[in-house]
């Protein structure tokens, strides 16, 4: 199949993506797909009819399908790790399933974990539970990866529906990150939530410490203003913190898909119970989307094979994700852990060497500034780097109006460009007049836009919580079909392990110590410690 792709591809070289809208009037449509009030447009690229039925045809052959009914059912398709991946089921509504992992039904522990969630957020919210010295006016939630991306963009898009406490996100190691911080709260009047799946990460565990210290120095009972999210409850119990306000999850949940559940609650804070129930309702309803919808309407599949053919056929090494809209200026970060932790690879999951390269570098930030930055290469640069832009039909400021439609336009525009782009001509004829005989030539060749770069557009109503759960789970499957058709496990991530062991070995070097390795590092230790 990759052969026939790359046959496909060949035969397309010298073909304009441009000059597909002009054979076929109908392209847009054909090309677009409209489910759950978004708009998913893939018409900016060179997928054409013989090519969507050879990439579907890979999908099918993967038995894409059948994987996704494994995974939403429980099957230990993480097999590195022995587990299943079950974040469908923290959004399962009640009454669904049974989802059985070892002959057990998942989903009673899943609602019941959700309504103690929600009796505390909403105490919290309340003021009924409250901090030694008053009601909670700022929580401070302490996670890294997985455990503080999700919330931490989530919390960031769902701005205009956060009426809790303000939320505070600290990850870094780095001394700096907790106390910039905590630098100005009130520490009686903060609730730390210590999110972790396996409460070992050393930076969180560091940070937690750190909280729990200048917590110490203010009130008389720093672990009663505590509350860990965990797999692992022996170590939130060592830390201190009271069964009451650890909110358990099981090793099926992947940290990078945790947002859904307890690893929420800093947003189910923030925006309240009702409305965390409808960012699940939305993740929910790209569930059965994903495994009812036929291949060419099935936005997570259309997603995933325009990909493949962007990364895996057509070589190109990067992906920018450009969303148009301020409020997800974390969301090309929640994707690079999503994509390139799930489906950065080198090996399928028959321990071979994958056929094809595996995920590509994701990297955006939002529209317009990229304009004005970094995207002169996307424009005229010499590699080709395939566009994802994401945008509301309306913003959530109806004042501010005239803003969204100029980025809008502005959105539009790039895509259009890219595709589009300025032949010589074009360019010689703006400067006719201005410049004349080889000046002419020369300053025509700088205003060339080579153009035929593709992109995908997302076009939401508007960013709202169900509509934002319905985004974030749409790409959680492109990047499970992506990985189930490259062959490999998009469910563990050794290769995070090494670092974190040398991080171990080598601190000893920064108190004076004598380490094994390399000259180089030994070199800047010694540089480092001011030795
Ligand atoms: O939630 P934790 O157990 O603290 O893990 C936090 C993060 O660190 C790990 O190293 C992994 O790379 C991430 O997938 C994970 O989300």
Redesign the pocket.
Known sequence: MWDRLEALRRARAGRRIAALFEEDPGRAARFTIRAGGMLLDYSKTQVDDALRAALIELAEEADLAGRARAMMSGAKINETEGRAALHTALRAPEGAGPVRVDGADVLPGVHATLRRMEAFAGAVREGRERGQGGAYTDIVNI?????DLGPAMAVRALHPYADGPRCHFVSNVDGADIADTLAGLDPARTLVIV????FT?IE?MTNAHTARDWMGRAVADPAAQFAALSTALDRTAAFGIPEARVFPFADWVG??YSVWGPIGLALMIAIGPARFRDFLAGGHWMDRHFIEAPPQENMPLMLALTGLWHAQVCGHATRAVLPYDQRLARLPAYLQQLEM?SNGKGVTMDGATPRASTAPVIWGEPGTNAQHSFMQLLHQGTQVVPCEFLVAAEGHEPELAHHHRLLVANCLAQAEALMRGRSLEEAREMLDGRYAGEALERQARHRVFPGDRPSVTLAYPKLTPEMLGRILALYEHRVFAEGAILGINSFD?WG?ELG?ELAKSLEPALRGEEVAASGSTRALAAFLRGA
């Open positions: 996670g890294i990866g997985g455990s999110a972790s799946k396996t990460t969180t940290g990078r932790e991530q995070v974190k």
